[in-house]
C-alpha cells in the first residue's frame, strides 16, 4: 500500500536526538506512513540505531558517500519519498505527542491546500525549558499577497513544521545553508497562494549548540553571499517592503558592514544601489545610536524614505 505520508529524515551523526525522533514516531496512533533515513555520516553510528529499531519500525535507510552536506540531503531524502505527502523532519527535531501525525493527516485529507505548517515548541536543551511557537494572525494574508515579506521573519519555522505535498516540485536550493527553508517557502506560496496552519503544537523543535544557527548567524561569509543570492532571485525590489528592508539594515548593522568594500569581500560585487547606500547611511551614524532600538529604527526610516526617493529600489 502506497503511504500517505513520508516521514524524511536527513541525518548526521547525533544518534541520540535522532533516537529522540524515532521513539516519537514509534508511539505515533497514525500509522499510514514511511520513513526515510538519509545519513550523511562518516561513521556507523546512525546505522546501528536504525537497525536497533529493526522490529517497531520500518525505515528505508541510506548511506551518503560521500556525504550530500546540507540541505542537498533533505532533497535527496525526499527524492526517495512515495508518500502522497512529505513531511520532512530534522533529527534533532521529535513529534510533540502520540496524536502529532494525526493532527497533520487530518488537515492534509481536507485538501484545502498543499503547503501545511503547524504551532511548534523551541525546546532548549541548556536550560530545559520550552517556548511555544504560534504563527502571528496578522501575517496571514501578508505572506500570502507579498511572500517575499518572509525574509523579514521567518513566521513559518523551520522544515519540520511543515507538511508539503508531493505535487509541490520546488527543492531547497543546495547554493544556500542558512535562508534556504525561507527561500523554499517564499517559492511555495509564489505558486501555490496558499497555505493551512495548523494553531496546534504538533512538533518540538530542539534548540542546541550543534545546529546550523550557531554556524551562520550574523557571519557576512554566509550571510552576503546568500543575501545576495536572494536579491538576485526576487529583485532588489522587495526592499520597499519596509520590514524586509528593515531586517536587511538590522542585518548590516550586526554584522558591522560599513563600507562598500566589505560587500564585496566574498566575491559578491555587482550590489544594489539601495544596499550600498543603506552602508553609507549607517557608516555615518554614531554606532550608539544604530544599536539603541527607537534610533535605529528612526534612522532605518530615514534610509528607506531616501532610497525610495531616490528610485533605488
Known sequence: MTPYISICIPAYKRVRYLKRLLDSIAIQRYKNFEIIVSDDSDDDSVHNLVQSFSATLAIQYFKNSPS???PANWNFAVSRAKGE???L???DDWFASEDALSGFAAYAAKGEAKFIFSAYANCYETTNVSKPEKFPLFWSNRIVQSPVTLLARNVVGPPSVTL???SISEQYDERMKWRVDLDFYIRILFTEKSYVYIDQVLV????NDSQVTNECINIPAVELPEGYLL??????KTLKNILVYDAWWRLLRNMLIIKKEQLSQYGQTNWPPVIVTMVQHQSRCPRFLLNTGITSKFVMFCSWCINYIKSNF
Do not use: A, L, P
Not at 536579491?231 to 532588489?236: D, L, N, R
Open 85 to 87: 505527502w512529505i513531511k
Open 68 to 70: 550530500r552536506g546540507t
Open 204 to 207: 518540538n523543535v530542539g534548540v
Open 89 to 91: 523532519m530534522h533529527d
Open 164 to 166: 508539503v505535498h508531493k
Open 231 to 236: 536579491i538576485e532571485k526576487y529583485g532588489s
